[in-house]
């Protein structure tokens, strides 16, 4: 992530930075050149039959532009960065809300100080860009398109306003190059840039229409307070407008923002009205809640409320002005007040970068990754819950194991198919409820517990809020016989077992009594328990249920006699003389101690008959003493004690069946 020290882990086009300065070290006159991604027209455009530009197009080196030339002029700032002639202003978006982040700049253009150092020497900078689950080091030339006039020469895409100042034009070549050209940055998601730079997961906030429908104040303070917290926490955002018709495509609306147009949200305020004790007082001390944006473009802003100039600005003291950086200047960059934001923008992206880091005392995460990949031959491109054939015989399954009550967020990604010339494929996944003891592939639809729609992006993401137990994760693409390669992302605010699954069945063992049949048990309640605990509600019980030497544990209920459960747990029957034992304990909390409350035993094979088998049966049994020797040798049952517990059960001969 971001603001951890990142490093390469692989080598775009296999051209490592470091061996590539030590050579031209040794001869500084040769400038390096980039024989990987040239200064010709086929790093500018897709394909040969792409239009050109009406201007000729000539690269030069900053050194040929400018007489000092510098990656950084004071810092990084949002306002560095204008959009050129390039339709890619969801990727300027990003780079402006990039500027303001200096743990996202350090580990993008890492080494910056050696680099402007020895760059402009030697023709040579280096990028960091995540994909697929690894940083990978993009090396370019310092050779940028520029075009010339009476004005001097000047550069065609991304520019900073200081003309010595280089870091966004060379960032944007080496994005270019890692996406095959130029004109490949033409159409993109800000959402991709911003994970690309990061490492994160970025997910949207549907705003709806909101000119149609209004917020209320309970809504707007719950999105208010989400955006504060992620963005303390480190996450970058962007915001638009998307379009509804063809003819609505970068149209400026009567407000003066711009329609199909990425924006760059760089911080959210909340600011005390009045310049004086008095005036505050006269105020009632009202406060107001500003969002801050910028246009890429590096000009036309939003003319409404708290817009450059307006008068809601006398409202404000000068100190306050100057603490949250107000400039009254046509550089793209304004604020608004979160209510307009919300009436007039549609969509929000947030990028999250998730703590994980082991050492670090702020660890709110853990994560796990899977790279992998749906493939016809290996009949694991099975196709949506829709294709109901292939969807859980021929897709990868992932098994996710929770202790306790968790969020969690899962992205799945697809290899950009940009960078091979193709479209996207849909993606999306299924999260499952599997049976709490259960460690193998499902072949039969279960419990949905977490869903996303289907999307041609890059990447998808979604959040939940799970129970404790098992669930499958099933990645697929929508439509069946698809071919891509995915990266799988799991994290958890806790501890969590996850891991890909392959066999739907155990591997027998050798000695182990190979399994004849599965006996399904759902533990539903208890009542009538005896109150054991002299404080309290009077228990805190479990069960421990056990067959076969299979042994699994439902979780503690606390404080009550009436506890349930409804876990579902599946045994592999090896004997038609197998037994299956409940026994009810009450866990002492502060001890760690328990005591026993009550057991009962079920016979498998009374289910095994054609009139029961594969039907789910009610069971509900009175609590008994554990047998003792003497009554087990007569073949009495153990007298019975207060409470009632009660199971669904069912006997299955289908090894595959659940």
């Known amino acids: 992530m971001a603001g951890v020290h990142a490093y390469a882990q692989h080598y775009y086009a296999g051209q490592r930075y470091s061996e590539l300065v030590k050579t031209h070290s040794s001869n500084p006159r040769t400038l390096f050149v980039d024989d990987q991604f040239p200064a010709a027209d086929s790093s500018l455009y897709s394909g040969s039959d792409t239009p050109r530009h009406s201007i000729p197009i000539k690269w030069f080196r900053p050194s040929e532009i400018c007489a000092d030339p510098k990656l950084f002029v004071d810092g990084t700032s949002y306002d560095d960065i204008s959009q050129g002639q390039l339709g890619n202003c969801w990727f300027v978006a990003a780079l402006s809300v990039l500027a303001m982040n200096q743990d996202a700049m350090r580990t993008v253009i890492p080494d910056a100080k050696q680099q402007e150092e020895m760059g402009f020497k030697l023709g040579i900078f280096k990028f960091l860009f995540w994909r697929m689950g690894e940083w990978v080091e993009v090396v370019v030339d310092d050779r940028l398109p520029t075009t010339t006039d009476e004005r001097g020469i000047s550069l065609v895409f991304a520019h900073s306003q200081n003309k010595q100042e280089f870091w966004s034009a060379l960032l944007e070549k080496a994005y270019a190059k890692l996406n095959k050209s130029y004109q490949g940055l033409e159409v993109g998601s800000t959402a991709d840039a911003l994970v690309d730079f990061t490492g994160g997961v970025c997910e949207t906030v549907d705003l709806g229409n909101h000119m149609e429908q209004k917020w209320d104040d309970q809504r707007r303070d719950q999105l208010w307070n989400t955006l504060n917290k992620t963005a303390h926490l480190g996450a970058l955002m962007s915001a638009s407008i998307p379009n509804e018709r063809d003819d609505q495509m970068e149209k400026e609306t009567a407000q003066g923002l711009y329609i199909s147009h990425a924006y760059g949200v760089l911080s959210l305020k909340e600011v005390r009205m009045g310049h004086?004790?008095?005036?505050?007082?006269?105020?009632?001390?009202?406060?107001?809640?500003?969002?801050?944006?910028r246009n890429p473009w590096g000009r036309g802003e939003w003319t409404g409320a708290w817009s450059d100039g307006s008068r809601?600005?006398?409202?404000?003291?000068?100190d306050v002005k100057r603490n949250i950086g107000l400039k009254i200047e046509d550089d793209g960059g304004f604020f608004m007040s979160f209510e307009d934001f919300c009436l007039h923008f549609a969509r929000i992206t947030i990028c999250h970068s998730p703590n994980t880091s082991f050492f670090s005392y702020k660890q709110t995460w853990r994560k796990k990754l899977f790279l992998s990949s749906w493939s016809v031959h290996d009949g694991t491109a099975g196709g949506c819950v829709n294709y109901r054939d292939t969807f859980l015989t021929q897709n990868h399954q992932y098994l996710l194991v929770l202790d306790k009550p968790s969020k969690a967020m899962v992205a799945l990604m697809q290899n950009d198919g940009r960078c091979e010339n193709e479209l996207n494929e849909t993606i999306g996944f299924l999260?499952?409820?599997?049976?709490?003891?259960?460690?193998?592939?499902?072949?039969?639809?279960?419990?949905?517990?977490?869903?996303?729609?289907?999307?041609?992006?890059?990447?998808?993401?979604?959040?939940?809020?799970?129970?404790?137990?098992?669930y499958i994760i099933v990645?697929?693409?929508?439509?069946?016989?698809?071919e891509r390669q995915f990266l799988l992302r799991v994290y958890v605010n806790g501890s969590f077992e996850c891991g890909k699954v392959d066999e739907y069945v155990p591997i027998q063992r050798c000695l182990e009594p190979l399994p004849i049949a599965l006996f399904v048990v759902k533990v539903d309640k208890a009542w009538e328990l005896?109150?054991?605990?002299?404080?309290?509600?009077?228990?805190?019980?479990?069960?421990?249920?056990?067959?076969?030497?299979?042994?699994?544990?439902?979780?503690?209920?606390?404080?009550?006699?009436?506890?349930?459960?409804?876990?579902?747990?599946?045994?592999?029957?090896?004997?038609?003389?197998?037994?299956?034992?409940?026994?009810?304990?009450?866990?002492?909390?502060?001890?760690?101690?328990?005591?026993?409350?009550?057991?009962?035993?079920?016979?498998?094979?009374?289910?095994?008959?054609?009139?029961?088998?594969?039907?789910?049966?009610?069971?509900?049994?009175?609590?008994?003493?554990?047998?003792?020797?003497?009554?087990?040798?007569?073949?009495?049952?153990?007298?019975?004690?207060?409470?009632?517990?009660?199971?669904?059960?069912?006997?299955?001969?289908?090894?595959?069946?659940?």
Not at 277 to 287: D, I, T, V
Not at 441 to 451: E, L, P, R, S, T
């Open 530 to 658: 005896p109150k054991q605990d002299p404080v309290g509600q009077g228990a805190d019980p479990y069960c421990i249920i056990w067959m076969d030497g299979q042994k699994v544990r439902t979780p503690v209920r606390r404080d009550t006699v009436e506890p349930e459960w409804r876990n579902r747990y599946v045994f592999f029957v090896s004997s038609m003389d197998s037994f299956l034992t409940a026994r009810v304990y009450n866990k002492n909390m502060l001890l760690g101690t328990r005591r026993f409350m009550g057991e009962v035993i079920i016979k498998t094979a009374e289910y095994s008959t054609n009139e029961r088998v594969n039907k789910p049966w009610d069971v509900t049994c009175p609590l008994r003493k554990k047998p003792s020797l003497l009554g087990h040798i007569q073949g009495k049952a153990p007298p019975t004690v207060k409470g009632k517990l009660r199971l669904q059960v069912m006997f299955m001969y289908d090894l595959n069946g659940n």
């Open 431 to 470: 999260i499952l409820r599997s049976d709490d003891n259960w460690r193998y592939k499902i072949n039969k639809m279960h419990d949905v517990a977490g869903q996303i729609t289907y999307s041609n992006a890059r990447e998808v993401f979604g959040q939940f809020e799970l129970q404790e137990g098992n």
């Open 312 to 318: 809601e600005w006398e409202n404000i003291s000068d």
């Open 475 to 482: 990645p697929t693409t929508f439509d069946p016989f698809k």
């Open 276 to 293: 004086t004790w008095m005036q505050r007082m006269n105020l009632r001390g009202e406060r107001v809640r500003l969002v801050r944006l």
